[in-house]
């Protein structure tokens, strides 16, 4: 019984932003009470996650895909 799953490839998805990873890193800064170096370092790992999802933001085109709506 085990059926065709069709799915859409990951190359197709639109580009999603670190909202998860900033949430994720500021509790748990917070929740261990982290010192300002280390606010430092991840917060410059996040601000730098949040300008490479710009960057992708910006260059990513829709591609046409067969069978799965008008690809726009």
């Known amino acids: 019984m085990n059926k065709a799953r069709y799915v859409i490839p ?7 932003p670190p909202i998860l990873l900033t949430a994720v890193v500021g509790m748990g800064l ?4 982290a010192p300002g170096v280390a606010w430092g370092v991840l917060g410059t790992v996040v601000a730098l996650a949040w300008v490479g ?3 992708a933001l910006v260059h990513q085109k829709p591609k046409k895909m067969p069978g799965y709506g008008t690809g726009e």
């Open 30 to 33: 917070d929740l261990y009470d």
């Open 53 to 55: 999802w710009a960057i």
């Open 10 to 16: 990951v190359d197709h998805l639109p580009v999603r």
